[in-house]
């Protein structure tokens, strides 16, 4: 049997705080979260088991997790929560750091590329374009893929944020 040692990052809930993922030791664990969660009814999902793991300064296991992602940012557990936890923040911030961190799976860059790309996380199909003409509709939708000027201001927005490196 393989013993690994987990070295806890006492810095990392403060992290965590600065990334918009502030009161995460405001949960004590009663597990409200997890029970209400819709996505850990079909996935390994397990809402407290990440705040502890936050709390406690897991840093590498959160940010290298799977289940970071099974959250669908559906708010039930924040609505559901007895301490009024941004539950939801603190998991957009978990992601925000591991992103930054190059823990991004492969369709999520996709999804990324496609953004920084288009100005759009999917393409226009061909079948869409015939649809929307058929309704008397112009054949690009009316955003920045009709606006140049727009596709610009939002790729400027994307390079300044870093977002750029993402699809790198």
């Known amino acids: 049997m393989i013993i690994t040692e987990i070295k806890p990052n006492p810095e990392f809930e403060k992290q965590v705080a600065d990334n918009g993922g502030a009161d995460v030791k405001m949960c004590f664990q009663c597990g409200t979260c997890t029970a209400s969660c819709p996505s850990g009814r079909r996935t390994s999902y397990r809402v407290r088991k990440l705040m502890r793991q936050t709390q406690l300064g897991l ?17 039930t557990c ?23 961190e190059s823990h991004i799976y ?6 990324a590329t496609n953004l920084y790309k288009l100005g759009h996380t999917v393409t226009v199909q061909d079948k869409i374009e ?39």
């Open 106 to 111: 492969e369709n999520h860059k996709k999804t």
């Open 59 to 75: 840093k590498e296991q959160i940010l290298s997790s799977e289940e970071l992602w099974d959250c669908t940012t559906c708010y």
């Open 78 to 100: 924040v609505e559901r929560c007895p301490r009024a936890v941004p539950i939801v923040d603190i998991i957009t911030a978990l992601r925000n750091m591991a992103v930054a």
């Open 130 to 168: 015939k649809l929307r003409v058929d309704l008397g509709l112009a054949k690009t939708p009316p955003t920045v893929l009709a606006n140049k000027k727009a596709m610009e201001d939002l790729v400027k927005l994307m390079n300044a944020t870093g977002f750029n490196k993402i699809v790198e």
